[in-house]
Nanobody, 129 residues
Framework: QVQLVEFGGGLVQAGGSLRLSCAASGRTFSSSAMGWFRQAPGKEREFVAGIRRSGGTTYYADPVKGRFTISRDNDKNTVYLQMNSLKPEDTAVYYC??????????????????????WGQGTQVTVSS
């Protein structure tokens, strides 16, 4: 069992930055792929960024490439999402998710929320124009 808790959401002006953190409990963090997803009001949940267990491979959705950076610290059981140059369209509840990562399954696999087993409660990010 893995429990995930997100931190760092808030209100920021367009062009600003935020760093989200997701702290994981349990001893399986270092063997888990981690993902960040978001859901805006009236929209479906969408993939934002993902990182494999070693941290050596990362994935990004096109709308955030070049602006967001995902990273992890396996010693601290924490995954981060650094968000720069924020836009009003980035406003959403951001969720982190975990998935046991025993072998590589292809890029598409890590972008699909249905493949993740554990989810945090979410943290609100609001970007004002």
């Amino acid at each position: 069992q893995v429990q995930l808790v997100e931190f760092g959401g808030g209100l920021v002006q367009a062009g600003g930055s935020l760093r989200l953190s997701c702290a994981a409990s349990g001893r399986t963090f270092s063997s888990s792929a981690m993902g960040w997803f978001r859901q805006a009001p009236g929209k479906e949940r969408e993939f934002v960024a993902g990182i494999r267990r070693s941290g050596g491979t990362t994935y990004y959705a096109d709308p955030v490439k070049g602006r967001f950076t995902i990273s992890r610290d396996n010693d601290k059981n924490t995954v981060y999402l650094q968000m720069n140059s924020l836009k009003p369209e980035d406003t959403a509840v951001y969720y982190c998710a975990a998935k046991s990562d025993t072998y590589y399954r292809g890029t598409y696999y890590y972008t699909q929320g249905s493949n993740y087993d554990y989810w945090g409660q979410g943290t609100q990010v609001t970007v004002s124009s």
